[in-house]
């Protein structure tokens, strides 16, 4: 490297120049500003010459910026008409043949023309001058001038401290404006034009512009920097506590391949037969998951969603193969009796196999507990070929039990639909939904008003779980419910429902059902058989009508249960190998009979009367006693009877006295007296209007002081004017009357219609006495009833 270019320089010719004379050398894409130290390479050979003219003979040079960087040779209209006088402050010369000079600009000037005839670029200059302008608006500009340069060079990283000692000892307005205007990230035409611009008030207010957008543009690369860079740090931690993570799985044998989990969960998605509005919201949700790290909470949150709805039965079910003949088959044998269903089930299949693509109905089993009807709903399952599953609502108070939690939440699950729907694995299955009366509203929603779209056959194409966020088709799902009894369900619900009532067995039936179903169901769960253990007829009679009163057949299947269990341990103990149960065994197994027919002992004297009733659980009988005391004409009642129940026993009253004379009674009998009446078995309410009869009978008796028939049982409510009026529950209160040992029911003759609803062996065993008033009552009831047989119905005169 060759740092000093005299001894070429002396070997050149030397030549006489204007004193206005310029050197020019023609730059790209730099500026020189006055006062600014800057390194020029130069390759042309003009260039060079005048250079190394400048050299040797001490004179400066104008620095210009050529129009075109692409000019090799430029021309001189080419070339920025103002430039800046340079001083060579070095000149160097490297080993490969590259010239480099240093230069400081002195002062800017304008080149007026160019002279031929020289081997380098000569112009007359005329020197432009800067001068001093000391104007307030200068100053001001020049005190902002500063702030922006101080503002700009704390937004640069690493700024040399020579270059902030070098802006704080500059005192001209003008000599700050083109130091920064040289410092400044712009264009070289940017540059130029601040060359050229000789006001200075006009040049200060350019570069401010300049700086301003400067300033903006860093400050807000300083804040990508600093978010990219916290970025960058997450991420760099996620991905060594992954790589950590990924080394312990490794050691402990549980390497896992999370790419090849998204890969399946993608696959499963392709394949789930889904509808293209899901499966396009699927895949929206896949994408998600994809760029979720693995230790956000959102990751497992979104991979749980998409599993779910990968394994819900989005498919088209198979066309279904039904057999009426099997379906008959298979009802039979599962349930005894109950033909009216059966006969509702064949109908559904038939219309089914005729119309594939119909609604299913909306089936409600509504009766007593026991009486068979959750298994009921399995043994459709199995006539119609369908995957059966079972929802338990009793005791739901949350809206979101039915449609499911949004997704939002921590742990939220779908709805029980939705889940029964995806363990049963298909769309088409036979779903119970158990115990619908027992639901109630609460502050998290009404469950009731949640099922309605669920049950509806118009809208459960499109059912909606909150979970899901997309529609589920329920059409073809064939929902069946079951509720003890229909007065807490709300009227819209039991409006979609088709209601088939389960009234009770009677005893032959149960009898039926104990050796068919019972007996074998207990034999196998106590470890026994039909070889080892033998009970009689009778024995399961005995079972029927001393140690058990309900309408079901649940609590015969514990005592059934609990005679095997007996028979169980003298056969584990080997001290029998046979055991024959009778009805005599049975009090010296369970104990003494636990019922027994009371009710010729409770209507034994004048003033009881044995009533019919309707319960939950099935029906009952009920005594009215009624009984009269020395008092002044009050009427006492007892046996927490319900307001309406209090007031048939009013009427009643007064319908007693209103017929006192056909009773032989005379007119200050019940003024002269208290009567006191009382329904036994006062812990448990009652109320009701159909107690009517039965009080007005209690009252008449004791009025007459003769008894009423102990094989009489009956039911209606009574007006002031006499008259028997309907109530319900007819079926279940004759039931009732034939597990008692009542022989003849009166009833309303407004129920008469009923009559085809009760069973053959109830209306063989019991006569039936259909009443229009209250005379007709005390005729049966109190006076010689008309001899009536068998299925005969009869109405008193």
Known sequence: MNDNPTDAAQAAPRFDLPPDALLIVPVRNLVLFPGMVSPISIGRPASIAAAQEAARSERPIGVVLQKDPAAETPRPDQLHRIGTVAAIVRYVTTQEGTHHIVCQGQQRFGALEYLQGYPFNVARANLLPEQDDRRPEIEALFIQLRQRSNDILGLLPQVPAELTRALQALTSAAAYADFVAGLMDISAEEKQDLLETLDLKRRLEKVLEHLAHRIEVLRLSRQINEQTRQRMDERQREFMLREQLKTIQSELGEDESGDTELADLRQAIAHAHMPEDTQAHALKEMRRLEKTSEASVEYSMLRTYLEWLTELPWAEPPAEIIDLAQARAILDQDHFGLERIKRRILEYLAVRKLNPHGKSPILCFVGPPGVGKTSLGQSIARATGRKFARVSLGGVHDEAEIRGHRRTYVGALPGNIIQGIRKAGTRNCVMMLDEVDKMGASLHGDPNAALLEVLDPEQNSTFRDNY??????????????????????????????????????????????????????????????????????????????????????????????????????????????????????????????????????????????????????????????????????????????????????????????????????????????????????????????????????????????????????????????????????????????????????????????????????????????????????????????????????????
């Open 468 to 797: 899901l966020a997309v529609p589920f088709d329920l059409s073809q799902v064939l929902f069946i419910c079951t509720a003890n009894m229909l007065d807490t369900m709300p009227g819209p619900l039991r409006d979609r429902l088709e209601i088939i009532s389960l009234p009770g067995y009677t005893s032959q039936e149960k009898e039926q059902i104990a050796r068919r179903y019972l007996v074998p169901r207990q034999l196998q769960a106590n470890g026994l058989t039909a070889d080892q253990v033998d009970i009689t007829d009778a024995a399961l009679r005995a079972l029927i009508d001393d140690y058990t009163r309900e309408a079901g057949v649940r609590g015969l299947e514990r005592e059934i249960g609990a005679v095997f269990r007996h028979a169980a341990v003298r056969i584990a103990e080997g001290s029998a190998e046979r055991i024959a149960i009778d009805a005599p065994d049975l009090p010296a197994i369970l104990g003494p009979r636990k019922y027994e027919s009371e009710v010729a002992m409770r209507t034994s004297l004048p003033g009881v009367a044995t009533g019919l009733a309707w319960t939950p659980v099935g029906g009952d009988i009920l005594f009215v006693e009624a009984s009269r005391v020395a008092g002044n004409g009050r009427l006492i009642l007892t046996g927490q009877l319900g307001e309406v129940m209090k007031e048939s026993a009013q009427a009643a009253l007064t319908l007693v006295k209103a017929h006192g004379g056909t009773f032989g009674l005379g007119p200050d009998v019940f003024r002269r007296c208290d009567v006191h009446v009382h329904v036994p078995a006062g812990a448990i309410p009652k109320d009701g209007p159909s107690a009517g009869v039965a009080m007005f009978i209690a009252l008449a008796s004791l009025a007459m002081g003769t008894p009423v028939r102990s094989d009489v049982a009956m039911t209606g409510e009574i007006s002031l004017r006499g008259l028997v009026l309907p109530v319900g529950g007819i079926k279940e209160k004759v039931l009732a009357a034939l597990r008692a040992g009542i022989t003849t029911v009166m009833l309303p003759a407004r129920n008469q219609k009923e009559l085809d609803e009760i069973p053959d062996e109830a209306r063989r065993q019991l006569q039936f006495v259909w009443l229009n008033n209250v005379d007709d009552a005390v005729q049966v009831a109190i006076g010689a009833p008309a001899p009536r047989t068998g299925a005969e119905t009869a109405h008193a005169a």
